[in-house]
């Protein structure tokens, strides 16, 4: 999408909305972002399922955002669409600062490290024990539905570039997940937090809000923590992230199952992502890492099951 198109959109939607400039922000998978006036950023999906993504996004801001206490998006603006549950655009207001990446924290003092560790676990705390006054389509993730589904995914589009050995080693992780009685403690999280989602404002010294409530879910609590031990290449260092967890009340051993399930399980998911977001160069690269044989099947699959650290 250009800027054209944006403009029309936002138009047809508010067509009083005075825009004296538009700034192309970027594109992930789901959606391009574009910044208006130097104040309120539009997102708009590529997608069907990043349409109701953003709808959720859009909905649950509006619900949380008296209820956290660090600063969230303010949803301003929303584009209709023909399609229940889903949005064409959503605007908000933008957040002043940067990313608070791995050079910039490493440029404050420990003192400061641990105001802004207490800060993240007690905006944890709040977003954990929200319960939503309104019931959101699709917002609470099953376990066993989206292994499912990933499997179906998986079956259809792969096994025909699969040996059957390996076609075998994946039927048997599924087979166990799916037969699998996962405990979790469930509840309202971000769902794909990182450094790149606090953003920090260095002349006042302090967080400005968190941003990218696109995966939003009612799902397992630890997935929230795993996405942060994950999160060497987005600036987090572990250090700070030990201090987050020791904050909000959580020893990171009990989580180290779920991370080294997780990264095995990763090669199964890059092949199903590489279908379900058409990015060809991930599928074919994951179709190839996997033909010898899923790595740590035997450790994770046969000698012990540890499907239910499976998120």
Not at 129 to 153: F, H, M, P, R
Not at 222 to 236: A, T, W
Not at 254 to 279: A, S
Request: hydrophobic share 40%; charged share 30%; net charge negative.
């Amino acid at each position: 999408m250009d800027k054209l198109e944006a403009v029309k959109q936002i138009k047809q939607e508010y067509p009083d909305l005075m825009i004296e400039e538009i700034e192309f922000l970027g594109a992930g998978y789901d959606s391009e972002a574009f910044l208006l006036n130097q104040a309120y950023v539009f997102k708009f999906p590529r997608h069907a399922r990043a349409a109701r993504n953003l709808y959720k996004e859009a909905i649950v801001l509006k619900e949380i955002k008296d209820k956290v206490p660090l600063k969230v998006p303010a949803i301003c603006f929303i584009g209709t669409s023909d399609q229940p549950n889903q949005l064409t655009f959503a605007g908000h207001e933008k957040i002043e600062g940067v990313p608070l990446d791995a050079e910039l924290l490493a440029t404050l003092t420990d003192e400061r490290k641990e105001e802004m560790a207490k800060e993240l676990a007690a905006f944890f705390k709040a977003l954990h024990k929200i319960e939503l006054s309104t019931q959101i389509e699709g917002l609470e993730v099953n376990k066993k539905v989206k292994a499912a589904y990933e499997y179906e995914v998986i079956k259809k589009a792969a096994y025909p570039h699969l040996k059957e050995t390996v076609q075998q080693e994946i039927d048997e992780v599924y087979h166990q997940l799916l037969k699998q009685d996962f405990q979790y403690q469930k509840c309202l999280i971000h769902n794909d937090f990182g450094a790149s989602n606090v953003y920090y404002e260095q002349a006042a010294d302090k967080i400005c809000g968190l941003i990218d409530f696109g995966d939003v879910a009612i799902y397992d609590r630890d997935m929230e923590f795993v996405c942060l031990m994950y999160d060497y290449e987005e600036g987090f260092d572990q250090e700070f992230v030990q201090k987050v967890l020791t904050y909000y009340g959580l020893d990171s051993a009990d989580l180290v199952n779920k991370v080294n399930f997780t990264d095995f399980y990763g090669q199964l998911e890059n092949v199903y992502l590489g279908i379900e977001f058409d990015m060809k160069d991930l599928f074919e690269e994951s179709i190839a890492a996997i033909q010898g044989g899923l790595d740590g099947y035997k450790e994770n699959i046969l000698s012990e099951d540890r499907t239910k650290y499976y998120l």
